[in-house]
């Protein structure tokens, strides 16, 4: 345990990538009711869709803990977890738990389902349907969210580890051989400005074909 120090553990874009997603989740929550802010509703929408796919793509090609497969597990491993929490014997590795890592993957489809069923309900296909499909997919990632965010804060304390510090810094306790050797600043900084014009190009009304 002793000779475990702070050690780089999330690359640049996978950090800009959850705050960029936590800004346009809530606020395309918090501009969902208002007629007048429709454009900047979809604005918010579309571009937690962009961060999404990607991510898809950066889970394959990225760091190794923002890969898939250092955090999509079997049902095995994430029983093995969940069992490990109840009697003390946590098995910590720096990366994502199993079954953090399936609620993460969850969130991220169901963010995808809420842009689709988005857009369907923009071009009124199926009358009302998709309308009532959005809401419903997004109220539910909402409790997702929710639960997540608890999740976040009680591993935080169940580790003694801040957690959420980590998706800040990047950094977290381990071994200084299970660092990752490039922080990717400039994939992460890409991907800030991509995230903004996505933002602009929709507010402003230059991609119709997704917003009429
Ligand atoms: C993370 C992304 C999104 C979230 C969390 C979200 C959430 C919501 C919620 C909760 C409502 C219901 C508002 C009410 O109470 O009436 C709503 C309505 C709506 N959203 Fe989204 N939304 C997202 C993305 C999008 C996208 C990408 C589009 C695509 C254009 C879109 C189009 C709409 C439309 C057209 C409505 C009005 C539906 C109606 O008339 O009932 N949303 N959204
Ligand atoms: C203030 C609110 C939030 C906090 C404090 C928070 C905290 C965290 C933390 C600490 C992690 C890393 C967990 C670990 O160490 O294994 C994480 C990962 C993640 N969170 Fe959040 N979260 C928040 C909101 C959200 C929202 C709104 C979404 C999506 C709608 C979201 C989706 C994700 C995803 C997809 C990951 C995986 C990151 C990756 O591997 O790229 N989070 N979050």
């Known amino acids: 345990m002793n000779n475990k120090q702070a050690i780089l553990v999330w690359d640049a874009p996978t950090r800009a990538f959850h705050w960029l997603l936590v800004i346009s989740f809530f606020g395309a929550w918090l ?15 579309y571009s937690a ?3 999404v796919l990607f991510r898809l793509i950066w889970g394959f090609i990225g760091t190794k803990y923002a ?3 250092q955090f999509i597990k079997g049902p095995n491993e994430m029983i093995k977890h969940a069992k490990g929490l109840f009697n003390g ?3 910590i590795t720096p990366g994502h738990n199993p079954v953090g890592g399936i609620v993460m993957v969850g969130l991220m489809l ?21 309308n009532e499909a959005h809401e419903t997919i997004a109220s ?32 977290k306790k381990g071994l200084p051989e299970q660092a990752i050797r490039f ?20 507010v402003s009304g230059a991609v119709p074909a997704l917003t009429q």
């Open 31 to 45: 501009t969902s009711e208002s007629e007048r802010l429709q454009m900047i509703h979809y604005a918010f929408g």
């Open 49 to 51: 869709v962009a961060l």
């Open 67 to 69: 890969r898939f497969y």
């Open 89 to 91: 014997h946590q098995h």
């Open 110 to 130: 169901m963010i995808l389902l809420i842009g689709l069923t988005g857009y369907l309900g923009v071009k009124e296909f199926l009358g009302n349907f998709m």
């Open 140 to 171: 539910l990632a909402l409790a997702l969210v929710i639960i997540h965010i608890a999740a976040a804060v009680i591993m935080s304390l169940l580790q003694n580890e801040n957690l959420v510090r980590a998706m800040i810094n990047g950094k």
């Open 183 to 202: 922080p990717q600043y400039l994939i992460g900084f890409l991907l800030l400005l991509a995230w903004a014009y996505s933002f602009y190009i929709i």
